[in-house]
T-cell receptor, first 112, second 116 residues
Framework: EDKVVQSPLSLVVHEGDTVTLNCSYEVTNFRSLLWYKQEKKAPTFLFMLTSSGIEKKSGRLSSILDKKELFSILNITATQTGDSAIYLCAVVESFGNEKLTFGTGTRLTIIP | DAGVIQSPRHEVTEMGQEVTLRCKPISGHDYLFWYRQTMMRGLELLIYFNNNVPIDDSGMPEDRFSAKMPNASFSTLKIQPSEPRDSAVYFC??????????????FGSGTQLSVL
């Protein structure tokens, strides 16, 4: 009964390639979806998405949410070796249940 | 602005011993979360507190696990007795009040626990 499913589990690409990471979810009373990047230790925040169809962008990274189809994608263009990390997706349900439920992550490796 | 501070960074212990992990959240954050991360299961929520009160401990695996938050600036996660399957990275995270819809978690650096 996984609520948050990420794919692929791992991905190896060459520097300069573009990658798309997927996150699908199944929760009642969805409130928001968040993306995190985890390199050595602690996950660090990338994006929070609450509305469908609105793209969030930060440099070469962008993300969009589809609340009808219950998924989100994270795009990274012109990848660099520093993008190698585990990318985690998490979902927050409605008020009264404040916990983030994480997917198992996508391990991205960028080959120089 | 200091982030979430966890200690110890690494803990190696023998099966059956008591383990205590510590966390200091960011000042002003009134939510505190304990997560466990393993290769097999990813990041799992163990328990979270709001204003020092435990709200949801459904992720605590067994009675061997307990967590406390005696004040707004300190929390502990205790495992007694520890078992090899408890080996994992334990993260503490904190966040701001929910009414701002700011659910961004700030994570500590984690405690790498190895139970031999």
């Amino acid at each position: 009964e996984d609520k948050v499913v990420q794919s692929p589990l791992s991905l190896v690409v060459h520097e300069g390639d573009t990658v798309t990471l997927n996150c699908s979810y199944e929760v009642t009373n969805f409130r928001s979806l968040l993306w995190y990047k985890q390199e050595k230790k602690a996950p660090t925040f990338l994006f929070m998405l609450t509305s469908s169809g609105i793209e969030k962008k930060s440099g070469r990274l962008s993300s969009i949410l589809d609340k009808k189809e219950l998924f989100s994608i994270l795009n990274i263009t012109a990848t660099q070796t520093g993008d190698s990390a585990i990318y985690l997706c998490a979902v927050v349900e409605s008020f009264g249940n404040e916990k983030l439920t994480f997917g198992t992550g996508t391990r991205l490796t960028i080959i120089p | 602005d200091a982030g979430v501070i966890q200690s110890p960074r690494h803990e190696v212990t023998e099966m059956g011993q008591e383990v205590t992990l510590r966390c200091k959240p960011i000042s002003g954050h009134d939510y505190l979360f304990w997560y466990r991360q393993t290769m097999m299961r990813g990041l799992e929520l163990l328990i979270y507190f709001n204003n020092n009160v435990p709200i949801d401990d459904s992720g605590m695996p067994e009675d061997r696990f307990s967590a406390k938050m005696p004040n707004a600036s300190f929390s502990t996660l205790k495992i007694q007795p520890s078992e090899p399957r408890d080996s994992a990275v334990y993260f503490c995270a904190s966040s701001r009040p929910r009414d701002s819809l700011n659910e961004k978690l700030f994570f500590g650096s984690g405690t790498q626990l190895s139970v031999l």
